[in-house]
C-alpha cells in the first residue's frame, strides 16, 4: 500500500536559520505532491503544489522540491521565524480523483 | 478567495445521539468536497469524497450508514455522525475543490467532536 513518511520528531530551529523537512513516499508515483501547514486545532492550510516534472518551486520564503527517483519531497523555510512554528504535512496525489494521502506531518518549532 | 468553513467549530454530545457538521464554500462553487477525520497527532484520514448531486464515495472502513454525508449544492456538504459513541470523538475537517481539473483543496476549520 502507499506509504508516506514525515519525520515524526519535533524540529527545532533558531531563527534566522534555514528549515528542511522531509517527505518520503514509498510504492506510489504520485502525479504531484502537496505541503501544507496546520495549527493547533486548525484546518491545513494549502501552501505549495510540485508536479512530478518539477524539479524546485518557490513561494517567498518557501521551496519545495521532489525528486521522483529518491521518491522524496524537501520543504525549505529560510530566514525562519517564530511565527512559522507549527505542524506541516505533506500531501500526494492518491489517483485521478484528486484524493490525498498524507503524512503525519513535523512539527516545527522555530525559537527567538 | 476560496474560504471553506464549518460549523460548529467544536460539539459535545451525549453517546447515542446524532450530530451534523456543515461545510460551506463561501467564495467558490465546490463541486466535490472531501470529508476527513485526525486523530490527536496522527495524519489526515479520508473518510469520503462528496461531489454535488450524487452519493458520497466513502473509503474502506468508514460505514456509510454512520456518518451519512449529503453534498446537496455546490457550496453545502454536511456530515452527521449518527448514533455517535465515544471512539467517534475527533477532529472532523472537510475540504473541498474550486473546480474541475483543479487540485488544490481548500480546507475549513475543523469541527472538534467529543462524545460523552
Known amino acids: 500500500s502507499q506509504k508516506i513518511e514525515q519525520n515524526s520528531e519535533a524540529l527545532n530551529i533558531q531563527e534566522g536559520k534555514t528549515a528542511t523537512l522531509t517527505c518520503n513516499y514509498t510504492?506510489?508515483?504520485?502525479?504531484?505532491l502537496q505541503w501544507y501547514r496546520q495549527d493547533p486545532g486548525r484546518g491545513p492550510v494549502f501552501l505549495l503544489l510540485i508536479r512530478e516534472n518539477e524539479k524546485e518551486k518557490r513561494k517567498e520564503r518557501l521551496k519545495v522540491t521532489f525528486d521522483t527517483t529518491l521518491k522524496q519531497s524537501l520543504f525549505h523555510i529560510t530566514a525562519s521565524q517564530p511565527a512559522d512554528s507549527a505542524t506541516y504535512l505533506c500531501a500526494l496525489a492518491a489517483n485521478s480523483n484528486y484524493q490525498l494521502i498524507w503524512g503525519a506531518g513535523t512539527k516545527l518549532i522555530i525559537k527567538p | 478567495g476560496a474560504v471553506v468553513s464549518q460549523h460548529p467549530s467544536w460539539v459535545i454530545c451525549k453517546s447515542g445521539t446524532s450530530v451534523k457538521i456543515e461545510c460551506r464554500s463561501l467564495?467558490?462553487?465546490?463541486?466535490?468536497m472531501f470529508w476527513y477525520r485526525q486523530f490527536p497527532k496522527q495524519s489526515l484520514m479520508l473518510m469520503a469524497t462528496?461531489?454535488?448531486?450524487?452519493?458520497?464515495?466513502?473509503e474502506q472502513g468508514v460505514e456509510k450508514d454512520k456518518f451519512l454525508i449529503n453534498h446537496a449544492s455546490l457550496t453545502l456538504s454536511t456530515l452527521t455522525v449518527t448514533s455517535a459513541h465515544p471512539e467517534d470523538s475527533s477532529f472532523y475537517i472537510c475540504?473541498?475543490?474550486?473546480?474541475?481539473?483543479?487540485?488544490?483543496?481548500?480546507f475549513g476549520p475543523g469541527t472538534r467532536l467529543t462524545v460523552l
Open positions: 462528496s461531489n454535488e448531486g450524487s452519493k458520497a464515495t466513502y
Open positions: 467564495d467558490f462553487q465546490a463541486t466535490t
Open positions: 510504492n506510489y508515483s504520485p502525479a504531484y
Open positions: 475540504s473541498a475543490m474550486v473546480g474541475a481539473g483543479t487540485d488544490t483543496q481548500y
